[in-house]
């Protein structure tokens, strides 16, 4: 029998579904999150929302050299995965708040 009976269970249960519904707020919160991830000085800028979507990207002309396409692919990634690190420390900063740091599997 569980410990505290038939009463014990139904606090329980209603822990867990305040806890999933808290879940469930934050996740969504967080889909709606923009941050921002910068390369080359501030001369690559990009946008990305917490479903690590790219959002905004906006290139200083001045980074823009036709003899160095690479350097500029390069600062777009930089930035870009900025961004993307932000939004994932982020997710795990707030869903640790609800899970007391516990890792549940499939939830980050």
């Known amino acids: 029998m569980?410990?505290?009976?038939?009463?014990?269970?139904?606090?329980?249960m209603?822990?867990?579904k305040k806890m999933q519904?808290?879940?469930m707020k934050t996740q969504e919160e967080l889909a709606n999150k923009i941050v921002e991830g910068t390369s080359g000085g501030g001369m690559i800028k990009v946008q990305m929302n917490g479903k690590n979507q790219l959002i905004?990207?906006?290139?200083?002309?001045?980074?823009?050299?036709?003899?160095?396409?690479?350097?500029?692919?390069?600062?777009?990634?930089?930035?870009v995965n900025e961004a993307h690190d932000k939004i994932a420390?982020?997710?795990?900063?707030?869903?640790?708040?609800?899970?007391g740091g516990m890792k549940i599997p499939g939830m980050f």
């Not at 420390?89 to 899970?99: A, I, P, R, V």
């Open 2 to 12: 569980f410990p505290g009976g038939k009463k014990g269970m139904q606090d329980l």
């Open 14 to 16: 209603k822990q867990a």
């Open 21 to 23: 519904d808290e879940m």
């Open 56 to 79: 905004s990207l906006n290139i200083d002309k001045e980074v823009v050299d036709p003899d160095d396409i690479e350097m500029l692919e390069d600062l777009i990634i930089a930035a």
């Open 89 to 99: 420390k982020s997710s795990e900063e707030e869903m640790g708040k609800l899970t």
